[in-house]
């Protein structure tokens, strides 16, 4: 019995001395095709805008070479928040040396995991993107100030979830990648904003319907850099 | 190949004694029970991890002025259940707009909250520790008023090899702590382990239990846990449409979480809003008030018939389920030495 455990054990060992490559994905956050600057005054249609909290959940992230999905080591759950620079480069490892050309990866929390209990790191509610009065992950939270929005202190504040039929935000997007260590990924606000009529959609901050088409419209504005 | 043996036996050892550091506790579901829903896999319990459960139920800094702990709303001398309130309050007296459901056995149910607001046991805790009306403060803030307390720094430094406090970990051994309030030793459960018997008019009780009330609060948990409309005229003071402001779904209005029958002498007053004080009411509210409405349960189409005999022996099966040695479980209690130091000390 013990030697079968240990044998178990060595191997286990040698698989995590297997090979890998570390992948960095980057996330840049862009408002009209510059870095954008959280609260930075901005000027828009001659409104002016303001966007204190940018953050979301990336998931299931995977890579593909001519359609074959490729062998990966890690399943995670990232939270994105553009506050901290540093969770907006995430490192992501693939077994051995292998080539890819696409990848694909989802934005929020996948059902399954909203309903198995309650997880630490970036999944840990201290995180504050998960709702207290009704289970649930908020997948993306956008919030700012603005001027035509007729709120209390001009303020807009989307918080985008839900996670069972037909509230389902959950979103999954692909690109096709060059085969580089470092995949740029650009997330260019103003492309969301611009839809939105501020001054008449201006709370959306529980599974709705409205929800799912704010969650599809975010997941547009995501673009692989090429350079 | 030398160097991997070394780190192979070290990961052995260490988690030999990680292991050592820990008493499993052994959850043993009652024998008539069915399997339990939660899975213990995920949050594997410890006698450690309960008594810090246990600590942190019992201990109102969980709330942003360090005046109600869970056990406010949740009193072990009722089945942790609400007594004289039909509304439960909370910080500064509010007032909330449900009545504090009773815990136990609730490792066999799947969602949570008298409307299935909350879809997990671990994630529960979290709506009334951020309810404005229940302890008004965030799991964020109560991990950093931990984090500052002599007596939780050592006992998660006790459990945890990281000695971290994380939202995870006070959510997971809350949940440890409530998964042992388990009630399985009514007068009912000896009767059906035939170590009892029912007394001629219990039996009678029981008999009319099995054909009126079964349905809905099924043997041995007495609750299907499904939601169900039950004819209660709306209180147009809280407008309280239960399941559906969850879902949205109009099949759902007036639908709540149906509750166990056991231990009821010690959890009056019923029903979500507290409506009846007494379990005669119930009854009553059975055989003569049943509103009719589109999602009205299909087994209350028709009013219950009962005669008041029938009622008596209906409550004398009823006051079975109660499971005295579950509410005077001293090992469920507040303990004077578990309570926290007050901030700073």
């Known amino acids: ?227 | 190949m030398r160097t991997k043996q070394f780190i192979v036996s070290i990961v052995v050892f260490c988690s030999i004694f990680i292991c050592a550091a820990m008493s499993v506790f052994k959850f043993e579901a009652p024998n008539n029970f069915p399997k339990p829903f939660y899975d213990f896999d995920k949050n594997p319990l410890s006698v450690e991890k309960i008594k810090l459960g246990k600590m942190l139920f019992y201990d109102p800094i969980l709330s942003s002025d360090s005046t109600i702990s869970c056990s406010s709303c949740h009193s072990p001398f009722n089945s942790f259940a609400h007594t004289d309130h039909d509304l439960s309050h909370g910080i500064h007296d509010s007032i909330g707009t449900r009545n504090a459901p009773a815990l136990m056995n609730l490792a066999w149910q799947t969602l949570f909250m008298w409307d299935g607001a909350i879809n997990h046991l671990d994630m529960q805790a979290l709506a009334p520790i951020s309810h404005a009306a229940e302890m008004n403060e965030s799991i964020k803030n109560v991990v950093e008023k931990l984090s500052r307390q002599k007596t939780y720094k050592e006992e998660f430094a006790k459990i945890y090899v990281d000695k971290n406090i994380t939202g995870e970990r006070v959510l997971k051994c809350l949940s440890q702590f409530q998964l042992t309030l388990v009630s399985a030793n009514a007068k009912y459960d000896k009767v059906k382990r035939q170590e009892d018997t029912f007394t001629k008019k219990e039996q009678k009780g029981y008999t009319l239990y099995q054909k009126k009330c079964s349905n809905c609060h099924a043997e041995p948990l007495f609750s299907t846990y499904e939601f169900a409309n039950n004819g209660l005229e709306i209180d147009t003071t809280l407008n309280d449409y239960g399941r559906w402001m969850v879902t949205k779904n109009s099949a759902d209005s007036l639908k709540f979480k149906i509750p166990t029958l056991r231990n009821l002498s010690f959890t009056y007053p019923y029903m979500h809003d507290g409506r009846f004080a007494k379990l005669r009411d119930v009854l009553n509210h059975y055989t003569d008030e049943i509103i009719q409405s589109p999602t009205l349960a299909p087994q209350l189409q028709n009013k219950l018939s009962l005669t008041s005999n029938e009622k008596t022996e209906l409550i004398a099966f009823l006051l079975t389920l109660n499971d005295k040695e579950f509410v005077f479980n001293e090992n469920f209690r507040f303990s004077i030495k578990n309570i926290s130091t007050p901030e700073g000390n």
């Open chain 1, 1 to 227: 019995m013990s030697k079968y455990f240990f044998t178990i054990l060595l191997f286990a060992a040698q698989i995590s001395f297997a090979q890998e490559k570390t992948l960095f994905v980057k996330f840049n956050l862009t408002y009209q095709e510059a870095p954008l600057v959280l609260n930075k005054n901005y000027a828009n249609n001659n409104e002016n805008l303001k966007i204190d909290n940018v953050q979301f959940y990336i998931s299931n992230i995977v890579f593909y070479k001519n359609g074959r999905l490729l062998e990966t080591n890690i399943d995670k759950h990232f939270l994105i928040n553009f506050e901290y620079d540093s969770t907006t480069i995430i490192d992501y490892k693939i077994l051995g040396d292998q080539n890819f050309d696409q990848m694909k990866f989802s934005i929020g929390i996948d059902s399954s995991t909203n309903m198995s209990g309650v997880y630490g790191g970036a999944l840990d509610p201290t995180q504050g993107m998960y709702w207290t009065w009704q289970s649930g992950y908020i997948n993306v939270k956008i919030e700012g100030i603005a001027s035509n929005c007729p709120a209390r202190k001009n303020k807009f504040q989307y918080h985008l979830g839900g996670y069972s039929f037909p509230n389902n935000t959950l979103q999954s997007v692909s690109f096709d990648v060059e085969n580089t260590e470092m995949i740029t990924i650009n997330v260019a606000l103003d492309n969301f904003l611009n839809q939105i009529d501020l001054s008449k959609n201006y709370e959306v901050m529980s599974p709705s319907a409205e929800a799912v088409s704010l969650a599809a419209q975010f997941s547009k504005i995501f673009t692989f850099d090429a350079h």
